[in-house]
């Protein structure tokens, strides 16, 4: 944001100063828009500044909620003759117009109660700025939380709006600096609705953001590259994070998106033209999460899809099985010999494989210079000799799909560092650890969760959130993670890049658990697919 800003000031374009008003005004309006009964009639508002621009961003808000005819009362959390220029024209421009009173462990008392009337509480003490835990306010903050969870059922509690980001939590993580035991959003201070400005950061899709902020507005200040389509063009709703030419592609994280061109069949076309998927399984009784897996590959659209299971698996999966081809693969040799048909463009490998059995098939699979997508024992096989795998990962058209638990099998210190408390803002985050990790393998690494990550070894990396409108709780279940190595797998048959059959696959996959719904498990994952397209258009 910061590089962004920079360009549009530095271009002439526009001032610190205009930008501010911009982002004060726009937090107004996503209030009257959120919240209509506010519009109808002047009410009153406690506004909470602190001593940066985000304060200053407080002061505008406080000044255009005044000429509306609101009832306003400032508290500043610092000092004002240290407050950065752009904040401290607002400040003057307000203290015109009406009182500023010292934010300080002491003044919470006067905060609003049920029944003062107070309809708005404004948070505009930290935005992207917050360098260190902020502790210090805990008693406000229990105060504010209060209201805010009672404006959530009780309307004569005050909405609880926060400016760009709520005030503790850190803007580029998600993360509660400072907190070590104790489970942040029970003090910190929570909104009802965040009014952030051209695209969402980090923080607000990644670890605490989601139930911090209550619901993100992303308002347009007017700078470049904003997050919106351009005319016509296909795109989910939510925009991009960072999506700007002041920033480099390495350092820019975007929100996932599909492929939707890529994801279209055309007439003329037969079914090599899709690619041809492999995915290897495990022995008797085993064999249903490769199955799962070989689903999802068939229904995202790879033309042919075979299972490879061990002899002895043979007639459970053939039982099983219609669309999906059948082969029997005793061995690695077996695997060498079936890949000599050139056919096969895309493996996946992990899903009930068994750990020998992945330790012996990999090797082959990544040496054959096919796409593969390695998950569950495919990954833990590695445990014990995760460079092992990345020598043979490094370079390679590879997307690494590991849960939590498989990241720190074979990315303990990187692991180490993401669960370890925050100190600081910015705070290690998931798009650093899956970055770092992807660097690490050479290759595209999707570390699983609410706030899925997509980073590939060049540091390009996408977050795909299962947040806000897109939560999906009904997909932690099992075997939803095998279907989303089928998913990818089947992409990567088809021709995507591993990046793109990555973050399109985590994508889908979401969207098949939103458009199913509750009772979700995971073999109506695949089965969703088509009602998914056609929402599309494909
Ligand atoms: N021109 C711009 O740069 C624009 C900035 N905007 C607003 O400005 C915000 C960023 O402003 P700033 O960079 O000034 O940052 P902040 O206003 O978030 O805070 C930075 C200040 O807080 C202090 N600080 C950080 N953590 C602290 C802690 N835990 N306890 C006490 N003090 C702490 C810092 O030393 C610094 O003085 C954005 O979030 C946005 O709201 C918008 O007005 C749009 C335009
Ligand atoms: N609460 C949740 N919200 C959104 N997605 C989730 C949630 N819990 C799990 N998921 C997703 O479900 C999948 C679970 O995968 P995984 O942990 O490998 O399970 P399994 O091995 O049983 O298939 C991942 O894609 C993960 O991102
Ligand atoms: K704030």
Known sequence: MRAIEEAAIASGAVT???LMERAGRGVVEAVFEEWPELAAAPQRAVV?????????????????LREWGWEVEVYLYGDAEKLPPDARVNYGRWVEMGAVRALDEDAPDGYPDEGDGVALIVDAIFG????????????????????NAASRSNPAFPHVVAVDVPSGLSSDSG???????????????????????????????????????????????????????????????????????????????TLAEPSFYRLSKFPGEHKYSHG???????????????????????????????????PAALIENAAQLNAVMLRPLRDAEALAELLKDGRINALGLGPGLGLDRARALVPVALESGRACVLDADALTAFAEAPELLFGLTRGTATVLTPHGGEFARLFPDIAEKLTAPAQTGPAYCRVDAAREAAARAGCVVLLKGP????????????????AYERAVPWLATAGAGDVLAGFIAGLLARGFDPRGAAETAAWLHVECARSFGPGLIAEDLPEELPQVFRALGL
Do not use: W
């Not at 009784?285 to 299972?307: E, P």
């Open 16 to 18: 610190g100063l205009e």
């Open 48 to 64: 909470l500044c602190g001593p940066g621009n985000n304060g200053g961003d407080g002061f505008v808000v406080a000044r255009l």
């Open 128 to 147: 992207i700025g917050l360098t260190r835990p902020f502790l210090t306010l805990c008693r406000m903050q229990d105060q504010v939380n209060l209201c």
């Open 175 to 253: 993360a509660y600096p400072g907190y070590e035991d104790e489970n942040p959003l029970d003090s910190c201070m929570l909104a009802n609705l965040t009014v952030t400005f051209h695209a969402k950061k980090l923080g607000h899709v990644l670890g605490y953001g989601p139930d911090a902020c209550g619901k993100v507005v992303v308002k347009d200040i007017g700078l470049e590259g904003g997050g919106r389509p351009r005319g016509g063009e296909k795109r989910p709703p939510g925009g991009a994070v960072g999506r700007c030419p002041a920033v480099p592609p390495g350092e820019r994280v």
């Open 276 to 310: 041809h998927a492999l995915i290897l399984s495990g022995g008797p009784g085993r064999g249903g999460a490769a199955r799962l897996a070989a689903r999802g590959a068939l229904r995202i659209g790879a033309g042919l899809v075979t299972l490879g299971c061990p």
């Open 451 to 466: 706030d899925t990550v997509i980073a590939d070894a060049g540091g390009r990396c996408a977050v795909n959130s299962a």
